[in-house]
Nanobody
């Protein structure tokens, strides 16, 4: 059974940094893409960015470009989201997700809360 478990969320002041981790288990072969999403209270879930498991190319939403960095550790089956220069509007529950082929994200984590105080 595939599981994605996020960690690293918390409370940080505006301008600060946090690093989220997403550990994947239950799968013995490579993912296609792993992504990060977030959902703020009263808002729809939005795409943050993703990374191709093979090659490591990344793609980011305009709202986080230049501030967030996604990386992965193939050996640990873990993807990271480094968040710098955090703003109050970055406050949300952050989710990681994975897909094994082109198409929808098939697997989701439970989410981790990030709160940025202004």
């Amino acid at each position: 059974q595939v599981q994605l478990v996020e960690s690293g969320g918390g409370l940080v002041q505006a301008g600060g940094s946090l690093r989220l981790s997403c550990a994947a288990s239950g799968r013995t072969f490579s993912w296609y893409v792993m992504g990060w999403f977030r959902q703020a209270p009263g808002k729809e879930r939005e795409f943050v960015g993703n990374i191709r498991w093979t090659g490591g190319s990344t793609y980011y939403a305009d709202s986080v470009k230049g501030r967030y960095t996604i990386s992965r550790d193939n050996a640990k089956n873990t993807v990271y989201l480094q968040m710098n220069s955090l703003k109050a509007e970055d406050t949300a529950v952050y989710y990681c997700a994975a897909k094994v082929k082109v198409g929808r994200y098939a697997y989701w984590g439970q989410g981790t809360q990030v709160t940025v105080s202004s």
